[in-house]
């Protein structure tokens, strides 16, 4: 009996934990069951999942309507059976719990398919992106191009601007150059018109002055003969005319230059001055002061306007000097061309002492006698 007593309690012992590792692994299986239901609670929450739809409607019977026929029956109606929200307690139930993984599944699969279709479209997207941003790059370059050809027009646009104003203020320089030019020309040619008519004034005078000496040698010449035959009367004798002088002399310089005369030669011992003209005529005048013969040769290239002056028609002359100027004008035809003129060296005058100790009798001594 003592055996079969502990025999029993062993076994007692054992079933009971027996049951209680059961229990215990029942409690785990039941917590991991649990843990799983909020699991797919959770992820149908993800997939939009927040009910949990009735799988087929649940039909009723409705009562006859008072007045119908006896014996007809009404057809069930369908009653409409709300959702129920989607908890970790609903899906206990196996059914649900099925149906919430299919539609878990389904969700997960037609996710997938928008994923599929949305890399597909992203797929697009991209290559139009990077069509568009082929097309930018392209844009961008020509509006850089076109940045950089607008800035060379602006550049040279500058540069017109500035050789236009360069070119107008010059323009406008040369135009107050001509206006000064031509009021200087303006100023010139008036006083040039005054010049003109005092010219013409002078020349006039100047003709009258010629004609009025012309008529003078004429009235001259005509009385030459009467005055040649009164001298011949009285006995003078004409001073003997030289022949013409040379020209190729030595002793002869250069004084200036004549219209007129070729070379001048003076005799201080009887004031002869001796002339030979351009076109082979020879003058000789009496009389003529060693002075007056100095200052012809100190005038140079005004000699021509001395002799006018101060010795033709004023000393006596060998022939007529009226008449061979007169010729010498006619051959010329009035447009002579001047030339130099050759006259002889003067000795120095001798001072009045040594005269008078050489027993010579100065001129003014013996007109004084």
Same mark, same amino acid.
């Given at each position: 009996?003592?055996?079969?007593?502990? %025999?029993?309690?062993?076994?007692?012992?054992?079933?009971?934990?027996? %049951?209680?590792?059961?229990?215990?692994?029942?409690?785990?299986? $039941?917590?991991?069951?649990?843990?799983?239901?909020?699991?797919?609670?959770?992820?149908?929450? /993800?997939?939009?999942? !927040?009910?949990?739809?009735?799988?087929?409607?649940?039909?009723?019977?409705?009562?006859?309507?008072?007045?119908?026929?006896?014996?007809?029956?009404?057809?069930? /109606?369908?009653?409409?059976?709300?959702?129920?929200?989607?908890? $970790?307690?609903?899906?206990?139930?196996?059914?649900?719990?099925?149906?919430?993984?299919?539609?878990?599944?389904?969700?997960?699969?037609?996710? !997938?398919?928008?994923? $599929?279709?949305?890399?597909?479209?992203?797929?697009?997207?991209?290559?139009?992106?990077?069509?568009?941003?082929?097309?930018?790059?392209?844009?961008?370059?020509?509006?850089?191009?076109?940045?950089? !050809?607008?800035?060379?027009?602006?550049?040279?646009?500058?540069?017109?601007?500035?050789?236009? $104003?360069?070119? =107008?203020?010059?323009?406008?320089?040369?135009?107050?150059?001509? =206006?000064?030019? !031509?009021?200087?020309?303006?100023?010139?040619?008036?006083?040039?018109?005054?010049?003109?008519?005092?010219?013409?004034?002078?020349?006039?005078?100047?003709?009258?002055?010629?004609?009025? =000496?012309?008529?003078?040698?004429?009235?001259?010449?005509?009385?030459?003969? /009467?005055?040649?035959?009164?001298?011949?009367?009285?006995?003078?004798?004409?001073?003997?005319?030289?022949?013409?002088?040379?020209?190729? +002399?030595?002793?002869?310089? %250069?004084?200036?230059?004549?219209?007129?005369?070729?070379?001048?030669?003076?005799?201080?011992? +009887?004031?002869?001055?001796?002339?030979?003209?351009?076109?082979?005529?020879?003058?000789?005048?009496? +009389?003529?002061?060693?002075?007056?013969?100095?200052?012809?040769?100190?005038?140079?290239?005004?000699?021509?306007?001395?002799?006018?002056?101060?010795?033709?028609? %004023?000393?006596?002359?060998?022939?007529?000097?009226?008449?061979?100027?007169?010729?010498?004008?006619?051959?010329?035809?009035?447009?002579?061309?001047?030339?130099?003129?050759?006259?002889?060296?003067?000795?120095?005058?001798?001072?009045?002492e040594e005269a008078e100790s050489a027993g010579e009798v100065p001129e003014g001594a013996a007109a004084a006698e």
């Amino acid at each position: 009996m003592k055996a079969m007593t502990v %025999v029993a309690w062993v076994l007692v012992g054992i079933l009971a934990i027996g %049951v209680g590792g059961l229990a215990f692994v029942n409690q785990q299986q $039941a917590q991991k069951a649990a843990a799983l239901r909020e699991a797919l609670v959770q992820v149908a929450a /993800a997939a939009g999942i !927040q009910e949990l739809a009735p799988a087929e409607p649940e039909t009723t019977a409705v009562p006859a309507e008072e007045g119908a026929e006896a014996g007809e029956a009404q057809a069930p /109606a369908a009653v409409p059976v709300e959702p129920v929200p989607l908890t $970790a307690a609903v899906l206990q139930d196996s059914a649900a719990l099925a149906g919430v993984v299919q539609q878990v599944q389904d969700s997960i699969q037609a996710a !997938q398919m928008e994923l $599929a279709g949305t890399k597909d479209s992203l797929s697009a997207v991209q290559s139009e992106a990077s069509g568009a941003k082929a097309e930018v790059a392209t844009l961008t370059q020509k509006t850089q191009e076109q940045a950089a !050809q607008a800035e060379a027009q602006a550049k040279d646009l500058a540069a017109k601007d500035e050789a236009s $104003a360069a070119a =107008k203020a010059e323009g406008e320089k040369a135009v107050q150059e001509a =206006k000064a030019a !031509q009021e200087t020309a303006e100023k010139e040619k008036a006083e040039l018109a005054a010049s003109l008519e005092s010219f013409q004034a002078q020349a006039a005078e100047e003709k009258a002055a010629l004609q009025a =000496k012309l008529d003078a040698m004429e009235q001259m010449e005509a009385a030459a003969p /009467a005055a040649e035959g009164a001298e011949a009367v009285a006995g003078e004798e004409p001073a003997a005319m030289p022949e013409t002088l040379p020209e190729e +002399d030595e002793s002869l310089r %250069v004084i200036g230059r004549s219209e007129m005369f070729s070379v001048l030669r003076y005799s201080p011992e +009887d004031q002869t001055l001796f002339c030979n003209l351009h076109d082979g005529q020879s003058l000789t005048y009496l +009389d003529v002061p060693r002075e007056i013969y100095e200052d012809l040769v100190a005038a140079g290239d005004g000699m021509d306007m001395f002799f006018r002056f101060k010795i033709q028609s %004023v000393y006596k002359s060998r022939p007529l000097d009226s008449a061979v100027i007169r010729k010498y004008w006619q051959g010329q035809r009035y447009r002579p061309v001047r030339s130099d003129v050759r006259a002889a060296e003067l000795p120095e005058e001798a001072p009045p002492e040594e005269a008078e100790s050489a027993g010579e009798v100065p001129e003014g001594a013996a007109a004084a006698e």
